[in-house]
């Protein structure tokens, strides 16, 4: 039987066809990662009720998968979960009060202090920082329980808007995440990156390049990836790819293939990246030195100091 004729996964309320099932098997996957990691923090730091509610979790993930795999008839890849550590030295950091916890919704009264806190010691360009904290200050926030995400920039409102009753990706970073939406605001009034011409070829030319290299990218993914838990990083290659390789984080191929999505996701990504980790870090292999080095010089010609 053809895929597009087999019937679709149900689980928790969703359909998810061959493909989006198969996203989502290694959504959990990462999940199930990212809680390992923290549950060895919380132990390497002697935070022993921290540390329980994680294993709690963890064993929930656990079940989660098996019964997910299960429903959509796909084999259990429990070595993608292993969680391997070379040395003391490589254990997980003790957890930072910017990662998202079980259940936490969007705090509008603290978004923009967190963030701005954390701009002062930011790898970042300058440039990109001073706009970040520009718009820190200078943006709406605005209740709207309707959408189905926990936030986003909504560029007919011009505001930020954000579901008190969703809660945030659990284990991520909630500046990294505010900072993102940010972005997409910046990128709409002040950079202009998705009417540059530069930068959306930079993005469109290195579609071709990434999918000739997949096993290579997807790599960088897979258990014990330098990338398997980044998910701003993840973001950008479903967004060069189109969806067409398989990252543990990533917008819906349909999202995709809508006008300018992939642009602005690319830019607002990599904003986040440079205020996380720094430009630098992001790899340039396989088309993405040409999208990095378009993003400087928007940066560098737009920024406010």
Not at 84 to 113: K, R
Not at 137 to 147: F, G, I, S, W, Y
Not at 170 to 181: K, L, N, P, Q
Request: charged share 25%; proline share 4%; aromatic share 10%.
């Amino acid at each position: 039987m053809k895929p597009e004729n087999r019937p679709k996964t149900q689980f928790d309320g969703r359909e998810y066809d061959d493909y989006q099932a198969a996203q989502m098997q290694r959504r959990i996957e990462a999940t199930i990662r990212r809680q390992k990691r923290l549950k060895t923090a919380y132990e390497a730091a002697g935070l022993t009720d921290q540390a329980t509610a994680a294993n709690i979790r963890l064993r929930r993930l656990n079940e989660k998968y098996h019964q997910f795999s299960k429903a959509a008839g796909l084999p259990e890849q429990r070595e993608r979960m292993r969680v391997v550590y070379v040395d003391d030295s490589n254990l997980a950091p003790a957890p930072q009060g910017n990662i998202v916890t079980e259940g936490e919704t969007f705090n509008p009264e603290s978004a923009a202090v967190s963030l701005i806190k954390r701009l002062e010691d930011s790898p970042g360009m300058e440039d990109n920082m001073a706009v970040l904290r520009y718009y820190a200050n200078h943006t709406d926030l605005v209740v709207d329980k309707t959408m189905a995400g926990p936030i986003a920039y909504n560029r007919s409102l011009d505001a930020i808007c954000y579901n008190p009753d969703v809660p945030l990706p659990y284990g991520a970073d909630r500046d990294g995440i505010f900072a993102h939406e940010l972005a997409h605001r910046a990128d709409k009034l002040w950079y202009g990156a998705t009417q540059d011409l530069a930068w959306s070829t930079a993005v469109q030319e290195a579609e071709s390049v990434i999918l000739e290299n997949v096993d290579a990218v997807e790599s960088w993914f897979e258990t014990g990836g330098k990338y398997a838990d980044n998910a701003f990083f993840s973001d950008i290659i479903g967004a060069v790819s189109k969806g067409k390789i398989n990252t543990p984080y990533s917008h819906s191929s349909e999202y995709w293939r809508r006008a300018g999505n992939c642009e602005r996701e690319v830019f607002a990504n990599l904003v986040a990246l440079d205020f996380l980790f720094g430009i630098d870090t992001v790899p340039v292999e396989f088309g993405l030195d040409t999208i990095c080095k378009v993003f400087r010089e928007i940066i560098g010609r737009s920024g406010l100091l």
